[in-house]
T-cell receptor, first 115, second 113 residues
């Protein structure tokens, strides 16, 4: 069964610091990869997604992620965080090969940005 | 706003009771997914429906069931509730139930006392 690991459970940064959140998945076949964000008290919103093509994906609000197939990774980055980026971030995967369309989520990373 | 609506927003009930959670997908979306978010289990997939038919099952308990109606709204029924069922239940929808983006609703927060 596929699984997703997010190694950083809680990250605290100051405004303007750079961000990188790790995401590794276990499945070796063809996958679709997603990053979702959950602001306090709100629902999950899609930040960016990778289906195929350029492994460097740009999303909303200045976020980007890089798919490295050899490392089974899809790390999320932002060059300069803002206080408004305080939220929980979830990496998710769906597998093309197994036909599993439902998302398998990582455990989430809580980001706290201090002004 | 994702276009996915869920009711109620909050639900407080007692152990042993039964509740129904409702989800309306985005206009035009045919597939609905249900997920459970709890502190100990994280975000887990429960079940998927596509155009009224069950398509996939995840970690859904036998005490839980769901259906999708002809107007494409979906209901998740939770029965014989236990304390451990307290969680946030999300509904998501996608256009065709394939490998496209899923859009999430605001969730229903269930508290079982």
């Amino acid at each position: 069964a596929q699984s997703v690991s997010q190694h950083n459970h809680h990250v605290i940064l100051s405004e303007a610091a750079s961000l990188e959140l790790g995401c590794n998945y276990s499945y070796g076949g063809t996958v679709n990869l997603f990053w979702y964000v959950q602001y306090p008290g709100q629902h999950l919103q899609l930040l960016l997604k990778y289906f195929s093509g350029d492994p460097l994906v740009k999303g909303i609000k200045g976020f980007e992620a890089e798919f490295i197939k050899s490392k089974f990774s899809f790390n999320l980055r932002k060059p300069s965080v803002q206080w408004s980026d305080t939220a929980e971030y979830f990496c998710a995967v769906s597998s093309m090969d197994t036909g599993r369309r439902a998302l398998t989520f990582g455990s989430g990373t809580r980001l706290q940005v201090q002004p | 706003d994702s276009g996915v609506t869920q009711t109620p927003k909050h639900l407080i009930t007692a152990t042993g009771q039964r509740v129904t959670l409702r989800c309306s997908p985005r206009s035009g979306d045919l597939s609905v997914y249900w997920y459970q978010q709890s502190l100990d289990q994280g975000l887990q997939f429960l079940i998927q429906y596509y155009n009224g038919e069950e398509r996939a099952k995840g970690n859904i308990l036998e005490r839980f069931s769901a259906q999708q109606f002809p107007d494409l709204h979906s209901e998740l029924n939770l029965s014989s509730l236990e304390l451990g069922d307290s969680a946030l239940y999300f509904c998501a929808s996608s256009a065709s139930g394939g490998f496209e983006t899923q859009y999430f609703g605001p969730g229903t927060r269930l508290l079982v006392l």
